[in-house]
């Protein structure tokens, strides 16, 4: 890995062996969308663990990026104004997508084609955008990889 991860805002989960960085700033609804995927994965039988909330440590090693939580915040989520809640965590985790929430009154509607995103100098991640109200966020999700994954 490198000398010493990055430490970045964001927020970063594992579902079914999928990595997802959430990105954006303070108050976008990372943590809820990523609390909201980890639910509807459980829901739908499949494995699903935090990585890091509101701080992610990335790393990078033969040619993967990997996200790592610090020990003081491990297994904990702050959820708008419910609070921090402890959900199950993992210590690390190989990244594959960056999601964006997207509030309401984007002007976009369609993405980019090939969309990515640099998380650190020289590290980019496939960007999947994702209404911030999303009912079912990990639906689109996993539908937007499959179309990212056909077009490859």
């Known amino acids: 890995m490198t000398a010493a991860p990055h430490n ?23 943590s809820g969308l ?24 990335v ?8 996200a790592l939580s610090p020990e003081q915040i491990r297994g904990l989520i702050e959820l708008r104004y419910t609070g921090i809640v402890r959900v ?28 990515d995103v640099e998380i650190v100098a020289g590290l980019r991640l496939p960007l999947i955008r994702i209404p911030a109200w999303s009912r079912f966020p990990l639906s689109l999700i996993l539908a937007r990889i499959r179309s990212i994954e056909a077009n490859r």
Not at 10 to 30: E, M, N, R, Y
Not at 59 to 66: A, E, L, P, V
């Open 8 to 30: 970045i805002h964001a927020t970063a989960i594992s579902v079914d062996g999928i990595g997802l960085l959430f990105l954006g700033p303070s108050g976008s609804g990372k």
């Open 59 to 66: 790393s990078h090693k033969d040619d993967k990026i990997f």
């Open 88 to 115: 199950d965590p993992v210590e690390e985790a190989p990244l594959h997508y960056a999601v964006r929430p997207v509030p309401s009154n984007e002007d976009d509607r369609l993405p980019p084609d090939h969309e």
């Open 34 to 57: 990523a609390f909201d995927c980890l639910a509807e994965a459980r829901l739908a039988g499949l494995s699903a663990a935090l990585v890091s909330d509101d701080r992610v440590l």
